[in-house]
């Protein structure tokens, strides 16, 4: 097939990203330190492909300055990731700082931004601390929304000087999501109200937070933003029938909107609270919460986006003997003859970065937002290694160029998308699949002490950063 060559606007941001918890390992932590995603890998290990886990996941936290070295040979511009408020703190009621692993946070962006590289924290990915999560429910508890508050105040004044990209929370439903709505990691709770409380708690958190950034000052005195990082599904109804696009509704409202409408707008839906009421799923809220949220609302956000997500309306009724799912107004849809990963089980459909940008600019008022993770995993990538023992993952630089094709045509059209983030800038463990599939731009050997080899995307990618040009696909785009 033909390929067109296409451009790169001036300013568009090009890096990559990987969490903390998936990466640095648990050199040097100490007890009491435990993350929630510690604690699950350590009371459900069996379900973590063959056993790997966040124990030593690719060891940055020893070898950070190799992995930069890779930044910028690639020629990242921008480098995402978390830092671990399980490890931030020695005593998360009082914000007592651990000071080594404080240092070792001081030490990883100096080396970012000494090799040109601007370092994107998130404050949450994943990784509550155990200890709140087993004393108080974690996210379902408004002390620690306090709590967390705290720890973020620590973290300002540390790094406040440095950091210009701050965001509260990486993909904030997707925790309560697999464990208390669909009870499928541990500790298994099905208990749909504790996952809606969840996601307001976060979302006032994500207020809280802008609202301390502000009283900090950090956009006036060192020209910082401060957002959140969503991973909204874009939803597709099976047909135009009233019946289908309904159920696409719904389940925007549920999933996608509960985050971005607060987030961006400063509330959330009224018809959310409706249904949350009918169903007896409304979370404990004050009117000045609300208000904390409408003041208090992003600069920007990151999205994260991978797949298209398909429903149509239920054809079976719904067993009134079990508790509320959202899934009462739909069911799944799949559509015959879509291109898939099969090694991930996802559907591929690069217009998605097209269309959630035309919704960011006709629905929410065209804010600033960027791609913070699109990526493709692959499984036993070694198959595909050249004499060289170089691993020629093209069908990765097809992925990219796909949704980067896309996602330039929204540009083009006045979406307001800066930058794009590729997950990940290494091999990483992963819930549950852990290293099963392969993300990186740098490959991580396990059998071999993790060390680290480039793979031909990643070549590819230094490519596109510099020329700001890419090939892809003569296909229907324009048709």
Partial sequence: MEKLKHHLPKDFKIGAAVSAWQTEGWS????????????????NKNVWHNGYGPAVATDFRNRYKEDIGYMKEIGLTHFRTSINWSRFLTDYENAVVDEDYAAYIDDVINELLENGIEPMIALEHYEVPAQLFEQYGAWGSKHVIELYIKYAEKVFERYGDRVKHWFAFNEPVVVQTRVYLDSIRWPFEQNTKKWMQWNYNKALATARLVKLFKEKGLGEKYGAKIGSILNPEVTYARSTAPHDQEAARMYDLFFNRTFLDPAIKGEFPQELFDLMKKHDITPDYTEEELRVIKENTVDYVGLNLYFPHRVQARTSGWNERIPFHPSYYYEKFELPGKKMNPYRGWEIYPQIMYDMGKRMKEEYGNIEWFIAENGMGVENEQRFKDEEGVIQDDYRIEFISEHLKWLLKGVE????????MLWAFSDCVSPMNAFKNRYGLVEINLDDNRNRKLKKSASWYKSIIETREFEAANDAINK
């Fill in 28 to 43: 040097g932590k100490k007890d009491g330190q435990d993350s929630y995603l510690d604690l699950w890998y350590k009371n």
């Fill in 413 to 420: 059209e006045g979406v307001n998308c800066t930058g794009y």
